[in-house]
């Protein structure tokens, strides 16, 4: 089996954005660039200047940030195809919101209505957490099975919402739910030996129940979507596993706004079928690091800046 064969792209979620994401590459890359002038002319507004020039207070507001992060996702992601036409995948994922630009990348959705679902989701996950203000926080160290423990007992005390959002590694765990019950999370996490516990740059508390009163709606503009099959298996963040139907894509991102991502097992089993490297595509390298935590044998690469790019094309896939 060759390199081409055995290769991942994985796209990141929310947490990866970063004020000038995508700048040099527009730059650098004119293709990148139309994706940008592409997405300015679908939205309505600038978002390739929220993406390159901020605030960071605006850019971190859910409804921006994620349609932010999926063009400067893609735009890296065309940059790469124009150069390299043959640099295409075994398989794709993308972590929470990114499961959305993973499926654009695997051939299941257009630009156009992925961009679409990014700025719906985004703005529908604001909307529920102006009901109930809530947040997330990643406990470094404990396993997964400790910090759901410490979810219950935080839960005992408040009665209120609290989950364990993302298994992104061995010893990365992320917590999600109401401001209360989470401060209280984060108050006895020292009692299951957290290393370290870091709330997180995002404003809402995604994959928790706190985001039902708009899962319905969400639901509604997925099942509108145009939806095709993918060219390539999409593994996802609920079951861990590739889905290659429109209806197993539908039915992921429809339950994704409530449902944890297990994403340590999406990788060990992408890892399983054949993926021999890992190319994160878009801002930030958190997938990266999550990969070394995951298995240190499989080498992994962040595209995410247009000296990356350029020194990946240089190499060659």
């Known amino acids: 089996m060759n390199n081409q064969s055995k290769c991942a792209f994985i796209f990141p979620g929310q ?118 203000p809530g947040g997330m926080a990643a406990l470094l160290g404990p396993d997964v099975g400790a910090v759901q423990g410490l979810v219950g007992q935080a839960r005992t005390q408040t009665r209120g919402v609290l989950v364990v959002a993302n298994d992104n590694c061995p010893g990365q765990t992320v917590i999600s739910g109401d401001e209360r019950t989470l401060a209280v999370a984060l108050e006895l996490a020292p009692g299951i030996r957290a290393r370290r516990s870091v709330r997180l740059p995002i404003s809402i508390a995604a994959h928790s129940p706190l985001m039902a009163p708009v899962n319905d709606e969400f639901a509604s503009f997925v099942r509108a979507a145009q939806m095709k099959e993918p060219g390539v298996p999409v593994y996802g963040n609920l079951g861990a596993s590739p889905l290659l139907s429109v209806d197993a894509n539908r039915s992921e991102l429809e339950g994704q706004l409530t449902a944890g991502v297990r994403w340590r097992e999406s990788v060990q089993n992408m890892i399983a079928d054949g993926a021999a490297r890992f190319i994160e595509i878009g801002p930030g390298n958190v997938l990266s690091g999550l990969l070394r935590r995951i298995d240190r044998k499989t080498p992994g690469l962040a595209l995410n800046s247009a000296d990356a790019l350029q020194q990946f094309i240089d190499d060659g896939f």
Do not use: W
Request: charged share 20%; glycine share 10%; with cysteine.
């Open 15 to 132: 947490g990866s954005q970063l004020v000038g994401m995508g700048r040099d590459v527009a730059a650098a890359f004119p293709v990148a660039r139309a994706v940008y002038d592409e997405a300015d002319e679908l939205a309505g507004y600038a978002l390739s200047e929220l993406c390159f020039n901020g605030p960071a207070e605006v850019l971190n507001q859910t409804r921006n940030t994620q349609p932010a992060i999926y063009v400067t996702s893609i735009a890296i992601l065309r940059a790469l195809r124009h150069a390299l036409p043959h640099a295409q995948p075994a398989m794709v994922a993308g972590h929470s919101f990114g499961q959305i630009t993973a499926l654009v990348a695997a051939g299941g959705l257009s630009f156009a209505e992925g961009l679409k679902l990014a700025r719906e989701r985004g703005r529908l996950m604001d909307e529920a957490d102006s009901r109930v």
